[in-house]
């Protein structure tokens, strides 16, 4: 049996299934229309019911969420669904377009761009605007103090539509405000009835790809914009640190104060990367992987997730200790409070406890990486304090 359509439209969340069943039954309770609670969707494909309004038999047709949050259902795919159904829709009474009073999201905003763009003038002309989650129900009965409240976007397509609109409060409030919801569904029905039918063919402003290549483009624009809005703030947060350091070392000029000693590290230490490369502390960054011990005879690594402190202009006091192997030598320069391990047996002890030519410690050699020789037992042979 072929019956006039009302299509209701709406991203996920907004109350379509709600409305659908107001119209119904006359409450939100009895659910015919699947009701989706929390970010996924409870409806995924055109699901019809039939309704009877001021004697006319009709299908109430619920259709998948603009944008939706389950299966990334979205606009370009609602147009697909549109596309390969319209043409077989002979009748059409109306369009029920479904916002969230006031709130404009991303979501929204495309949702209301793509209807302008989709829709054509005869579709316009039979869709009704109905929005939900009104902040103050008692307002269900006051289009005047609502349409104060419609974002300006929202304002726009009520006057392309031009045929008004109306308002529910959250559904769990109908056992409180029963009336105001009968009364705004009667109105609602009284309006629908009212319009005359269109086709599948009256609906499409432009060809479906047409449509999504405006709306891609919308897109691309926006995110564009937003990249370059957060391009700007790292460039402002690049000019407040430097600005920063430049007053800082100008108090620390004026002061005469010595800066805080929480540094481990000097910044020129260099450090193992998992692909073999040295580089110093200060070019390390986060996500690289770096040499952070050994166990059962190899290397561990890694990944950096936190830099706590990374002083450019702040002088420490560190240990300069000089080392031997007999073959090799080097230095370490590392604060007094730091770990390092001693002896063969891989215990630790603080740096300002070593001494020259009788402390040991154990120190990575590079050069033999892969041999199974990459910690090595050194004596200690000298212990400087040094400014860096």
Do not use: W
Request: proline share 2%.
């Amino acid at each position: 049996m072929h019956l006039p359509l009302i299509i209701i439209l709406g991203k996920t969340g907004a109350g379509k299934s709600t409305l659908g069943n107001l119209l119904l039954h006359g409450d939100s309770e009895e659910e015919t229309f699947k009701v989706g609670h929390g970010a996924d969707s409870g409806t995924q494909d055109f699901e019809s019911h039939e309704v009877v309004i001021e004697d006319q038999k009709y299908f109430i047709c619920d259709t998948p969420g603009f944008l939706d949050t389950r299966d990334d259902v979205s606009i370009g795919r609602t147009f697909e669904v549109f596309r390969q159904n319209l043409q077989s829709i002979s009748e059409i009474k109306a369009f029920l377009l479904v916002l969230e009073l006031g709130r404009m999201t991303a979501e929204q905003k495309s949702l209301i761009e793509g209807m302008s763009t989709f829709l054509g003038e005869k579709a316009k002309r039979n869709t009704i605007l109905v929005f939900t989650h009104l902040s103050n129900p008692e307002n269900m009965m006051r289009d005047d103090v609502v349409e104060k409240e419609l974002h300006e976007l929202q304002r726009k397509l009520l006057n392309e539509t031009k045929n008004g609109f109306v308002s529910y409060a959250s559904p769990h409030l109908y056992k409180y405000l029963g009336q105001h919801f009968d009364s705004n569904t009667k109105r609602l029905k009284t309006m629908i009835s009212k319009m005359e039918s269109i086709t599948g063919n009256d609906i499409i402003h432009m060809d479906p790809d047409g449509a999504c290549k405006v709306l891609e483009q919308t897109e691309l624009k926006k995110r564009v914009e937003v990249l370059e809005g957060r391009l700007k703030d790292i460039d402002n947060l690049k000019k407040d640190h430097e600005s920063m350091k430049e007053e800082f070392q100008k108090f620390r000029e004026k002061d005469n104060t010595p800066a805080p000693q929480s540094e481990c590290f000097d910044l020129n230490t260099r450090v193992l990367l998992e692909n073999n490369e040295y580089i110093p502390m200060k070019d390390v960054r986060l996500g690289d992987r770096i040499c952070s011990g050994m166990q059962n005879g190899k290397l561990q690594f890694s990944e950096v997730y936190l830099i706590t402190h990374h002083e450019e202009i702040a002088t420490t006091e560190y240990l300069k200790i000089g080392y031997n192997s007999g073959s090799e030598s080097g230095v370490l320069r590392l604060t007094a409070s730091h770990h390092i391990f001693v002896n063969g047996d891989r215990t630790t002890d603080f740096a300002h406890n070593l001494k020259p030519l009788e402390s040991k410690i154990l120190v990575f050699n590079g050069l033999y990486l892969g041999t199974g020789k990459e910690l090595t037992l050194v004596t200690v042979t000298s212990v400087t304090r040094v400014r860096g």
